[in-house]
């Protein structure tokens, strides 16, 4: 049998071995909560880069968050509705080629006035006003029966009178460029219904290519390079210096937007710089037809 202090030693170096043993595992526990700790810190540092990641393409795409918007959604409803079935051609043109009568409109697409000739009586323009209806009446009535094809033509008016003049060429060679895939009179209606306040500095890359993404079938891939093209350039710049001259010819006085002619048998006819009356309209096609 052990002597008493054997038993005392033995239980001593119980004690140690167990106060040992004890250590070691609170060291493992500490080791495993900061490793812990690291993975958590890790994980929410990653969750965080993908969802600023995340929101900095949508805003850089310009159409993530506005694609899922009822407003939006509903622009394109009624943007598609309204040119679906009607061909399109380069050159802006919208209507049957063989048309008797060509109805050309100058617009600058940043022109608040454009925007209220483009847009309908039930949708407000950028300034809080209802649309006058009458472009949609010229599709609808003139346009769809054959009876007039549209042209869109560039005219500097508003966009350069802003704080970046810079604006103008990049985002009517946006609009020829979808042209090219003759698709220009969905990029120009679909930038018309979601103007920004004019002179406000709305218009950039990202605004240009949320457009772009919402029109369906286009190559956006294809759209991005013709963007570089010089000879969009040239046209957009050929555009202003003759809608200009027209303007001053009819005694407008300089450039205006919008301003809208028809072409026929008897030549080109100015009818007015403004927004012009569905009449007025209806009455010079029928003199040129």
Request: charged residues 15%.
């Amino acid at each position: 049998m052990a002597s008493r202090s054997e038993q005392k030693a033995q239980l001593r170096a119980e004690r140690l071995a167990q106060e040992q043993a004890q250590a070691a595992a609170e060291a493992r526990r500490k080791r495993l909560a900061m490793i812990g700790g690291v993975i958590v810190v890790a994980v929410v540092v990653a969750v965080v880069a993908i969802a600023i990641s995340s929101s900095s393409k949508s805003t850089s795409a310009g159409a993530a968050t506005k694609l899922t918007s009822k407003t939006t959604l509903a622009t394109d409803q009624r943007v598609n509705a309204l040119l679906a079935g009607i061909p399109q051609e380069s050159d802006n043109v919208l209507g049957k080629p063989n048309a008797p009568v060509t109805i050309i409109e100058y617009g600058d697409l940043e022109c608040s006035v454009c925007d209220a000739f483009a847009l309908p009586t039930n949708v407000n323009t950028s300034n809080g006003t209802p649309g006058s209806g009458v472009e949609d009446q010229i599709i609808n009535s003139l346009v769809r029966t054959g009876k007039a094809k549209f042209v869109y033509d560039a005219l500097d008016t508003a966009t350069s009178n802003g704080v970046t003049p810079n604006e103008f060429v990049p985002q009517q060679v946006a609009a020829y460029a979808a042209g090219l895939q003759n698709k220009a009179w969905n990029y120009i209606e679909l930038f018309y219904n979601e103007q920004g306040q004019e002179g406000t500095n709305y218009v950039n890359q990202s605004y240009l290519d949320g457009i772009a993404k919402q029109i369906p079938g286009l190559n956006y891939s294809l759209w991005k390079h013709d963007l570089t093209l010089s000879s969009l350039k040239a046209q957009v710049q050929a555009d202003v210096t003759r809608g200009t001259k027209l303007d001053v010819q009819a005694g407008a006085g300089g450039a205006s937007t919008p301003s809208v002619l028809v072409s026929g048998k008897k030549g080109l006819s100015f009818v007015t710089a403004g927004i012009p009356t569905y009449t007025q309209v209806v009455n010079a096609v029928k003199a040129e037809s």
